[in-house]
């Protein structure tokens, strides 16, 4: 009985430590495949938008910081930038969009191009995996333009879904 407890211990403890794996190749073959539906049950897409809108928004607003001493239209443009921004990340937190950042491909440089025209970089390809904290796994690729996009998952469950992009800005 001691066996079978201490078996059945050992194997929570890898699927434990190993589920965060087992969801970043799911989620990598599914981007590969282009298959948005299984893609889609590893994210958490509410979340995601969320949390890139308030990245891009902070840059966006430094950026009006920096010219607001010299161009006296950026407060204008501060306040269309913030309804811009979110309808931007709106459209783009997408399967495919979600693909062409996991190819580490800024938004600008792929958005509606056929395949083909995209490069043969496959996603996730060159990946750093790491935990963060017992319920968060970042999940780093090298971006073309340089820097790196993280991708964070967080333990919901049994599972594990992704919730944040961290881009570099």
Known sequence: ??????????????????????????????AAERDADALSVHIDFPAV????????????????????DNNPFAALGGLLASVLVDKLVDAFVT????????EG???DMAFGKPDEERGLRKPLDGAKYRYVSWDQFA???ESDQGGEIAFLLRRQGFGWRLVAIRLPL
């Open 105 to 107: 491909k800024a938004p």
């Open 49 to 68: 938008r969320e949390d890139l809108k308030g990245q891009v928004n902070a840059y966006v607003m430094a950026t009006i910081a920096e010219e607001s």
């Open 139 to 141: 999940v780093s690729v």
């Open 1 to 30: 009985m001691k066996k079978a407890s201490l078996a059945f211990l050992v194997l929570a403890l890898a699927w434990l430590i190993a589920s965060p794996w087992i969801t970043v190749v799911r989620m990598q073959s599914a």
């Open 95 to 102: 399967p495919s969009g979600l693909v062409m950042l996991m």
